[in-house]
């Protein structure tokens, strides 16, 4: 179900809170083992189907880490490393590779007909830093519950962010509702699940409707105007900030509301006055798990400039390609590669960047390169290119009125994590918040759900 939706907000939400209360107040350690069955009850509601998938996820890197506990052999731990992206290249990239291999004439391309399994990317990226931690002797071995709550914790599960085992499970033996700012805590995540889906159903949703058409348009093979171009690519732009910025806002409160603190996702990205800052501020959980678990192993910034450039490459070239089996993917990531590289030389070469050239420098590129994220193909991507350099009619009806208050929100807006430990304690912020619940409530009964766009990965 999604957090946006009233199968979630009415009836889940609430039972789930009850439940895990009852069980904090009266069976504290039933605590864990009542989470995990309403994170499997959450999963199970998109698709029962996969949840043997998950279960059996759970418990095959637990065992794999259990007789790594005892053998101390590594290469239990490189096994199943290697099984867990085995199991997410059948999922995800073989109808991708299958593609390619059919580019090769006489080369026979078989299909795999299924659906992609929701958060397969992220908890297999979760089993792989709890693995390669444990391999280096960094983390504790843990019981089967609290494992499979690390992976399976339903605020996470789906679209992240991706959590450091380190960053959680210290929290899980807490007694949440016991602790001196417990109502502190309480109020924080309510207010960043308001706050999180009304970026998601007040702001994100609504500038779908200005993308989605000229995207379609471009795949159809029509041509995009000048005015529809830039409208399109400004609106999916700001959308999937407020889709993917909200759905962490709200995974982030709904944490709290359990106990749990989640680590931040996003720092204004739009304000990055370079791309290396972009980076640090955009998924900002990916950044770290890219460069920790990716970048530095292929040799980082410590073995010469030659093994950076290509560590940076690939690093984002595979980023790339993890955001969606699909060449356009990897095309956004290989061209933020670049980018990085190119940034790589402007600070060696120590040459001055002005900072607000450098923010409009870092908006455009990323914007441009958002073309390439959401086109339905190259070709469609290169009627949207086309349009905003200006090679297609000049077009009308730009929607200015929609684009500058979700750009200005954006760009200088406070970001929900700030704002809620920034803002006091008060009555009136309390009946604010539950004036804006109740507008999100009416429009989301108003309008069909959409589901976030971080899911498809």
């Known amino acids: 179900m999604l ?102 004439p006489g080369l026979p391309a078989p299909k795999f007909d299924i659906a992609l399994p929701l958060g397969i990317s992220f908890f297999t990226f979760h089993h792989i830093m709890y693995l390669t931690d444990l391999r280096c002797g960094q983390a504790p071995r843990y019981d089967i519950v609290r494992y499979a709550l690390y992976i399976a914790f339903f605020p996470q599960v789906l679209a992240g962010p991706l959590v450091r085992w380190r960053e959680i499970m210290h929290q899980l033996d807490e007694r949440p509702y016991q602790r001196p700012d417990a109502a502190e805590r309480i109020a924080r995540g309510l207010m960043l699940l308001t706050f999180g889906l009304a970026k998601k159903v007040l702001i994100g949703d609504p500038l779908a409707e200005y993308a989605n058409p000229v995207f379609a348009a471009a795949a159809a093979g029509k041509v995009v105007s000048m005015a529809e171009a830039w409208q399109g690519t400004l609106a999916f732009t700001f959308q999937i900030y407020f889709d993917f910025s909200g759905y962490t806002d709200m995974a982030l409160g709904l944490a709290l509301l359990f106990g749990i603190v989640l680590p931040q996702n996003f720092e204004a990205p739009y304000r990055s006055p370079s791309i290396q800052d972009f980076w640090r501020r955009w998924h900002m959980t990916l950044s770290r798990f890219l460069r920790d678990y990716l970048y530095i192993p292929l040799g980082g910034s410590r073995s010469g400039l030659p093994t950076q450039i290509w560590a940076l490459f690939a690093t984002m070239a595979l980023g790339g390609l993890w955001h969606g089996a699909g060449l356009t993917f990897v095309a956004w990531g290989v061209a933020h590669g670049l980018a990085l590289i190119v940034a790589l030389f402007w600070r060696r070469a120590g040459l001055p960047m002005p900072a607000l050239l450098g923010w409009l420098l870092t908006f455009v590129f990323v914007m441009f390169c958002w073309v390439l994220f959401r086109a339905a193909n190259f070709d469609a991507a290169l009627t949207i290119y086309k349009g905003l350099i200006g090679l297609a009619p000049t077009g009308t009806g730009f929607k200015w009125r929609a684009l500058i208050p979700a750009a200005a929100f954006a760009i200088i807006g406070p970001t929900a994590w700030n704002l809620v430990h920034k803002l006091p304690p008060a009555r009136w912020l309390a009946v604010l918040a539950g004036l804006l619940f109740v507008i999100i409530l009416l429009k989301i009964g108003e309008d069909a759900n959409y589901e976030f766009i971080y899911f498809q990965f």
Not at 9 to 33: D, G, M, Q, S, V
Not at 92 to 102: C, E, M, P, R, V
């Open 3 to 104: 957090f946006n939706s009233f199968a979630f907000l009415l009836a889940f939400l609430p039972l789930a809170l009850a439940l895990h209360w009852l069980a904090e107040r009266f069976a504290p350690r039933w605590r864990l083992p009542v989470l995990v069955v309403l994170s499997f009850a959450f999963y199970g509601y998109w698709d029962w189907r996969f949840l043997p998938l998950l279960a059996l996820s759970i418990g095959l890197n637990w065992l794999i880490a259990e007789a790594f506990q005892k053998t101390k052999s590594s290469g239990l731990i490189t096994l199943a490393i290697v099984l867990n992206l085995a199991v997410l290249a059948v999922f995800k990239y073989f109808n991708f590779f299958a593609d390619l291999a059919g580019m090769i």
